[in-house]
């Protein structure tokens, strides 16, 4: 009578066995891998343009066991602090409802075509189709500042010196100015009623829409003006 006991006891845990797992879901890590590539991917692609690759280093689970249900899986990355090694945040969810949570490091890569210098570009150099190039380049750690296709670098000087290979980075990229300082220029005068035009000298660096100084030879008087064009300088009266 007890093995007979027994045999349905155990027969018993079986079947409850059997009918959990009908009423359960497995999600393989490799499922769950591929949705955190798609879904970090996807968030960085709203802040960094070029082709991303995401690579999942060491997930904490082989399989998950989910309860029957619709299964979303979403993860996300902070990218406040942008880094090409980092952890993404991971929720498990069945109709709605979080069912596990976990983090796991995960490696950022953006590649991009960029402009690379071809020789040495000494600071204060500009930049020019002879010493720089388009090249595709990893540039995860530049993924902010590299220039890229779509930025025209010509008209440019560098702030630093770059080296055979660099990417040009943007942060010591500046317009090359209409108007160098102590230069001769035009100076035109206007109100509602004149336009006065005489020379002068510049005594600052201008683009177009700056506002700098200017020295009337003239009048041998300093003065505030808007550039307007190549070596003209505006100033209301």
Same mark, same amino acid.
């Given at each position: 009578?007890? /093995?007979?006991?027994?045999?349905?006891?155990?027969?018993?845990?079986?079947?409850?066995?059997?009918?959990?797992?009908?009423?359960?879901?497995?999600?393989?890590?490799?499922?769950?891998?591929?949705?955190?590539?798609?879904?970090?991917?996807?968030?960085?692609?709203?802040?960094?343009?070029?082709?991303?690759?995401?690579?999942?280093?060491?997930?904490?689970?082989?399989?998950?066991?989910?309860?029957?249900?619709?299964?979303?899986?979403?993860?996300?990355?902070?990218?406040?602090?942008?880094?090409?090694?980092?952890?993404?945040?991971?929720e498990i969810l069945v109709?709605?409802?979080?069912?596990?949570?976990?983090?796991?490091?995960?490696?950022?890569?953006?590649?991009?075509?960029?402009?690379?210098?071809?020789?040495?570009?000494?600071?204060?150099?500009?930049?020019?189709?002879?010493?720089?190039?388009?090249?595709?380049?990893?540039?995860?750690?530049?993924?902010?500042?590299?220039?890229?296709?779509?930025?025209?670098?010509? /008209?440019?000087?560098?702030?630093k010196t770059f080296k055979?290979?660099?990417?040009?980075?943007?942060?010591?990229?500046?317009?090359?100015?209409?108007?160098?300082? /102590?230069?001769?220029?035009?100076?035109?005068?206007?109100?509602?009623?004149?336009?006065?035009?005489?020379?002068?000298?510049?005594?600052?660096?201008?683009?177009?829409?700056?506002?700098?100084?200017?020295?009337?030879?003239?009048?041998?008087?300093?003065?505030?003006?808007?550039?307007?064009?190549?070596?003209?300088?505006?100033? /209301?009266?």
């Open positions: 009578m007890g /093995n007979i006991i027994k045999t349905v006891m155990i027969s018993l845990a079986f079947l409850i066995s059997v009918v959990g797992k009908a009423n359960a879901a497995v999600l393989d890590s490799q499922f769950i891998i591929n949705q955190i590539k798609k879904d970090v991917t996807k968030q960085i692609s709203s802040m960094v343009s070029g082709r991303i690759e995401i690579e999942v280093t060491n997930i904490p689970y082989k399989t998950i066991e989910v309860p029957e249900g619709k299964v979303d899986i979403v993860a996300s990355s902070n990218l406040q602090h942008f880094s090409s090694l980092t952890v993404a945040r991971v109709n709605g409802e979080k069912i596990k949570s976990f983090g796991t490091p995960i490696k950022i890569s953006v590649y991009d075509k960029v402009w690379v210098a071809k020789d040495v570009i000494d600071r204060g150099k500009s930049l020019s189709g002879s010493n720089i190039a388009l090249e595709k380049k990893e540039i995860t750690l530049m993924a902010e500042t590299a220039v890229r296709e779509d930025f025209s670098p010509f /008209n440019c000087s560098v702030k055979p290979g660099d990417i040009i980075d943007t942060r010591y990229v500046e317009k090359i100015p209409l108007i160098i300082k /102590n230069s001769p220029i035009s100076i035109v005068f206007k109100s509602s009623d004149i336009t006065i035009t005489m020379s002068a000298e510049a005594l600052d660096n201008g683009k177009i829409g700056d506002y700098i100084r200017v020295r009337s030879k003239q009048y041998k008087k300093d003065y505030i003006g808007r550039v307007i064009s190549a070596n003209t300088v505006m100033v /209301n009266i």
